[in-house]
C-alpha cells in the first residue's frame, strides 16, 4: 500500500471513528444511571447502556490507534509547526503553548466547577436525578436479576394477589424467571412489572425495611449477607472472590458449575450473574457457601 494510499485510508478511519465517538459520548452524557437504566430498559436506537459503553471504548482504541500513524504519516508538518521563523526548533512556539493552555483551562476549569464547565457538569447531574421522577429507581440494587419469587418474598407482596394481578395484566410469566426475563418475554421493562405488582404490597409492609438475604437455607443463614449489599461486590472477579474466601478457583468455579452457571477466573461477579440471571451478591453467595439464594 503506498504511503499516499495508507494517509487517506486512516484520515477517513479518524473521521468516521471520531463522529460515533462524538455521538456515542453525547448519548453516554444523557444516559441515566446504571442502576434505573437497566430497570427502565433504557436504550436509544436500540442500544443500551451497557453497548454504548463497550462500543464508545473500543472506538476510542480504534481512534488512538490511527490518530498515532496519523502522527507519523504527518511527522513533518507537524515539526515544522515547532520551527520559529529562523527556522530552528522550539518546543514552546506560540501555537504549542496557546494549545497546551486551552487544553490545562479545561481540564482545571471542569474540576474546580468553574463556569461554564461548571454549568455543563450540573446539568448533566440534573438530567440524571430526573430520570429518577420519569423511569423510576429499583427497589434495591440489580432487582431485575431477581427472581419473580424471590421479589415478591423480598418486597412482601401477597403471592397469590401477585399472581392474580399479573395473569389480569395478561403478563406471561413462570416464578423461576427474574424480572428482566418477564419483561422482555412481554415486550416491557422491569419498572413496569414493579409497578402492576405494587397493589399486592402487604399491610403494613410499606415501612418494613427490604431485607434481600434472610432465614436459613440448607443449613446457610442467608442474613450475614446482608450487610453486603451494595458494597461493589459485582466489580469484583470471580478468582479475587475465591481467594478472600480462602478457595481455590477450581472449587469457585466448581460451585457455580453445580448451578449451571459458567465462570472463568477473571469475570467479574456481575458479569456471571448477568450471563446467569441473578445478582452480583448471588454468585458471591455460591462461591462462599454452595448455596443459591432463593
Known amino acids: 500500500m503506498s504511503r499516499s494510499i495508507l494517509r487517506k485510508a486512516v484520515s477517513m478511519t479518524a473521521l468516521f471513528s471520531f463522529i460515533y465517538l462524538t455521538f456515542s459520548g453525547v448519548v453516554m452524557y444523557i444516559t441515566p444511571p446504571g442502576r434505573i437504566a437497566y430497570w427502565a430498559d433504557w436504550s436509544i436506537f436500540g442500544m443500551d447502556k451497557t453497548m454504548y459503553n463497550q462500543t464508545h471504548t473500543t472506538m476510542s482504541m480504534l481512534f488512538i490507534a490511527v490518530m498515532v500513524l496519523h502522527i507519523w504519516l504527518n511527522w513533518k508538518p507537524l515539526f515544522s ?3 520559529n521563523r529562523a527556522g530552528k526548533v522550539v518546543v514552546f512556539t506560540r501555537e504549542t503553548v496557546f494549545g497546551l493552555l486551552l487544553s490545562v483551562v479545561f481540564i482545571v476549569g471542569t474540576l474546580t466547577l468553574t463556569p461554564p464547565f461548571g454549568t455543563v457538569v450540573n446539568s448533566l447531574d440534573s438530567v440524571k436525578e430526573g430520570y429518577e421522577e ?8 440489580h432487582a431485575e436479576l431477581t427472581t419473580l419469587s424471590a421479589f415478591i418474598k423480598r418486597m412482601k407482596f401477597d403471592e397469590n394477589q401477585a399472581v392474580e394481578v399479573l395473569q389480569n395484566a395478561k403478563i406471561r410469566f413462570t416464578m423461576e424467571q427474574n424480572l428482566k426475563t418477564v419483561a422482555e418475554y412481554n415486550n416491557t421493562d422491569p419498572a413496569h412489572i414493579y409497578e ?7 399491610e403494613g409492609a410499606e415501612d418494613e425495611p427490604i431485607q434481600m438475604y434472610d432465614g436459613v437455607q440448607n443449613g446457610v443463614d442467608m442474613s450475614k449477607y446482608e450487610s453486603m449489599t451494595g ?9 479475587d472472590v475465591a481467594e478472600s474466601l480462602g478457595l481455590t478457583l477450581e472449587e469457585a468455579i466448581e460451585r457455580l458449575n453445580h448451578y449451571d452457571i459458567k465462570a472463568e477466573g477473571a469475570d467479574t461477579l456481575k458479569d456471571v450473574g448477568a450471563s446467569a440471571g441473578v445478582m452480583p451478591m448471588d454468585i458471591y453467595i455460591i462461591i462462599d ?3 443459591k439464594p432463593e
Open 81 to 83: 509547526y515547532m520551527k
Open 134 to 141: 420519569s423511569l423510576g429507581n429499583p427497589p434495591y440494587p
Open 196 to 202: 402492576i405488582l405494587k397493589p399486592t404490597r402487604k
Open 231 to 239: 458494597s461493589g461486590m459485582g466489580k469484583k472477579n470471580v478468582a
Open 289 to 291: 457457601s454452595g448455596v
